[in-house]
């Protein structure tokens, strides 16, 4: 009898525990469908995301690729660094580029106590709102976050933008590198990761061969808000 029991409590644990990993989850599948990695189109459009500025000797390296191709890029800017350099970011407005927010001072969000999120979005939003129109787009930092970060990004109607092609350019790999993975990884609807945070950065070169490549190829570079546009809700099962 006593043993009958012991096996109910234990076939009861096991259920609790069940139950409580699939609340889990559900509640991580839910969080992740709200952060966008790449929009699923059959147009062949993808937007070049460049994180970490605005930086004195990397930015105008970078823009003044971008400028000579005629490409418009989407810039994760962080609040610190737009308060060093206002001017850079005046820059970037005055080409046409779109402007996101990387919270003020890169802290990992997931990672903080929850009290500190809020004013992390908060003050790089005060500083870009000075230069930029105020932004709609939001990356967090390392592209961490948890159901608080959401919660909060949620408060300030930002749209969570990840990526899916990491070009790990921030380690300062061969520009050959950075290229191989773009052009390997790209798919119509991408979204791709570059920095501008530190000096010397293979970005600019890289960028100058990734653009005339995938030119040739027949695509089309446009900001993350022109991206999103580009959403396609299909009814029928897709393989990717
Ligand atoms: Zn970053």
Do not use: C
């Amino acid at each position: 009898m006593k043993h009958i029991r012991f096996r109910y409590l234990i076939l009861g644990l096991g259920m609790m525990f069940l139950v409580g990993t699939a609340g889990q989850i559900k509640e991580t599948l839910s969080d992740n469908a709200k952060v966008i990695h790449k929009i699923p189109t059959t147009h062949k459009v993808v937007a070049i995301t460049i994180d970490d500025g605005p930086h004195p000797k990397t930015t105008p390296q970078i823009l003044a690729v971008l400028k000579a191709k005629q490409v418009k890029a989407t810039f994760f800017v962080l609040g610190e660094e737009v308060e060093r350099f206002p001017e850079i970011l005046s820059q970037e407005v005055a080409a046409g580029h779109e402007i996101g927010s990387h919270a003020y001072s890169h802290a990992h969000l997931s990672r903080i106590r929850e009290d500190k999120i809020d004013p992390e979005m908060e003050k790089a939003e005060m500083v870009i709102s000075r230069i930029a129109p105020k932004p709609t787009l939001f990356r967090p930092p390392g592209g961490l976050y948890n159901h608080a970060v959401l919660e909060i990004a949620g408060r300030h109607h930002y749209t969570m933008i990840l990526w899916s092609v990491d070009t790990k350019d921030w380690s300062a790999p061969p520009v050959d590198k950075v290229v191989d993975v773009v052009l390997n990884n790209i798919k119509p609807g991408s979204i791709v990761l570059f920095h501008d945070g530190s000096y010397p950065l293979p970005t600019a070169q890289a960028l100058e061969i990734i653009i005339d490549r995938l030119k040739e190829q027949g695509y089309e570079f446009i900001t993350i808000s022109e991206l999103l546009e580009y959403y396609e809700i299909r009814p029928t099962l897709s393989l990717d």
